[in-house]
């Protein structure tokens, strides 16, 4: 089965500690995106990655790191400098290494729903 | 400033009717628009795409319009069915630089809920 998979589905951490958010992909695309989704806000991006071994801060890093050393993998970090990390986190994935362009199709993950406790 | 916007937020309607949600764009210089589907607690699901030159595409029983000069999209479900509750949001790509990068602007989404 070809896809994009998250883990875990629900995820709740302590204030100040960091936690480590999995996406993984099959689809042997190039590029893969962090996304964050709060209610009364669209999806802001947080990382993105064209190639491996390579990632650019998206519009709201802040508190956030990633590495890229496989293709097939591209892990989000919440660090506690994160001060509102309460959020739906979605991975996605993309064979064009820029999403904006019309042949582009993104596909993504089924989500993580991160609650500081 | 580029936005994107939706219309109605939310929306009930009774299965088997159609309905259309709106979106309206300030973004520029426009590259695409896309439409999206996203089931409660999951991720989106693209149904259209669109560029500058096309008027409308369908997807099933999904069809999206374009007015590339109001900076008008709207997405008509025909023929509701149960499963098409979700949030259908709209995303408009603009170029960066010259056409060699560009972004995209998400809208907040318009819940639908299809009931029986």
């Known amino acids: 089965d070809g896809g994009i998979t998250q883990s875990p589905k629900y995820l709740f951490r302590k204030e100040g500690q960091n936690v480590t958010l999995s996406c993984e992909q099959n689809?042997?695309?190039?590029?893969m995106y962090w996304y964050r989704q709060d209610p009364g806000q669209g999806l802001r991006l947080i990382y993105y990655?064209?190639?491996?071994?390579?990632?650019q801060k998206g519009d709201i890093a802040e508190g956030y790191s990633v590495s890229r050393e496989k293709k097939e993998s591209f892990p989000l970090t919440v660090t506690s400098a994160q001060k509102n990390p309460t959020a739906f986190y979605l991975c996605?994935?993309?064979?064009?290494?820029?999403?904006?362009?019309?042949?582009?199709?993104?596909?993504f993950g089924q989500g993580t729903r991160l609650t500081v406790v | 400033k580029n936005q994107v916007e939706q219309s109605p937020q939310s929306l009930i309607i009774l299965e088997g009717k159609n309905c259309t949600l709106q979106?309206?764009?300030?973004?520029?210089?426009?590259?695409?628009l896309r439409w999206y589907k996203q089931d409660t607690g999951r991720g989106p699901v693209s149904l259209t795409i669109?560029?500058?030159s096309e008027n409308t595409k369908s997807n099933g029983r999904y069809t999206a319009t374009l007015d590339a000069d109001t900076k008008q999209s709207s997405l008509h479900i025909t023929a509701s069915q149960l499963s098409d509750s979700a949030s259908y949001i709209c995303?408009?790509?603009?170029?960066?630089?010259?056409?060699?990068?560009?972004?995209?602007?998400w809208g907040l989404g318009t819940s639908l809920a299809v009931n029986p």
């Open positions: 990655s064209q190639i491996v071994n390579d990632f």
């Open positions: 669109m560029t500058f």
């Open positions: 979106c309206n764009y300030t973004v520029s210089p426009f590259s695409n």
């Open positions: 995303v408009v790509s603009f170029d960066l630089n010259a056409g060699n990068n560009r972004k995209l602007i």
């Open positions: 689809l042997n695309h190039d590029a």
């Open positions: 996605a994935s993309s064979s064009h290494r820029d999403l904006g362009v019309s042949r582009a199709e993104a596909f």
